[in-house]
């Protein structure tokens, strides 16, 4: 069964600073979702990560995957304010469902 | 486009009332899914439907669940008897024919127990 651990689960930092999220994830997976969520808001897809070493970046965003480790990383650079949300990655490992970490609650802090 | 919609967005029941949430997926979308994020934990699957068939049921957590798709368009889950632990955001996604594809999240029903 494909279980993901994610971490930090609560993330403060300052403009400008720059930081990490880990996606550990136990067995072998067929892609590799990060997204964002705004409170109340609905989850909005930000990378999509299919095979080992792709890397996509959006603006301050950078997203990882490393098969081999099971390891996927959303580094965040330069941060600024609008990037405050909760961030969740999320893995499909041979069905249709998404396998969630427990989401990253990020806040920067001008 | 409109996006996937859900209603309501908010509802507060008592211990063994019942509820029904729906949810509508972006037209033409036969993949349906319901996921659940009880306080503090992960989001977790529920099912999956394709038009108006249910591929993967395997996240239901018991009987008192009850998930349909009639016409393979908007979906409801009703809750009978709803207990505490039931609590928690409702989510509905949707995505294109085929597998694989991503899938599109409504803003979710916040769903509170007493």
């Known amino acids: 069964e494909l279980k993901v651990e994610q971490n930090p689960l609560f993330l403060s930092m300052q403009e400008g600073k720059n930081y990490t999220i880990y996606c550990n994830y136990s067995t072998t997976s067929d892609r590799l979702y990060w997204y964002r969520q705004d409170p109340g808001k609905s989850l909005e897809s930000l990378f999509v990560l299919l095979s080992n070493g792709a890397v996509k970046q959006e603006g301050r965003l950078m997203a990882s995957l490393d098969t081999k480790a099971r390891l996927s990383t959303l580094h965040i650079t330069a941060a600024v304010h609008d990037l405050s949300a909760t961030y969740f990655c999320a893995f499909q490992g041979g069905s249709e469902k998404l396998v969630f970490g427990k989401g990253t609650k990020l806040t920067v802090n001008p | 486009e409109a996006g996937v919609t859900q209603f309501p967005s908010h509802s507060v029941i008592e211990k063994g009332q019942t509820v029904t949430l729906r949810c509508d997926p972006i037209s033409g979308h036969d993949n349906l899914y319901w996921y659940r994020r009880v306080m503090g934990k992960e989001i977790k699957f529920l099912l999956h439907?394709?038009?108006?068939?249910?591929?993967?049921e395997s996240g239901m957590p018991n009987n008192r669940f009850l998930a349909e798709r009639t016409g393979g368009t908007y979906s409801t889950l009703k809750v009978q008897p709803a207990e505490l632990e039931d609590s928690g955001v409702y989510f509905c996604?949707?995505?294109?024919?085929?597998?694989?594809?991503?899938?599109?999240f409504g803003p979710g029903t916040r769903l509170t127990v007493l």
């Open positions: 439907f394709v038009k108006e068939s249910k591929q993967d």
């Open positions: 996604a949707s995505s294109q024919a085929g597998r694989f594809n991503e899938q599109f």
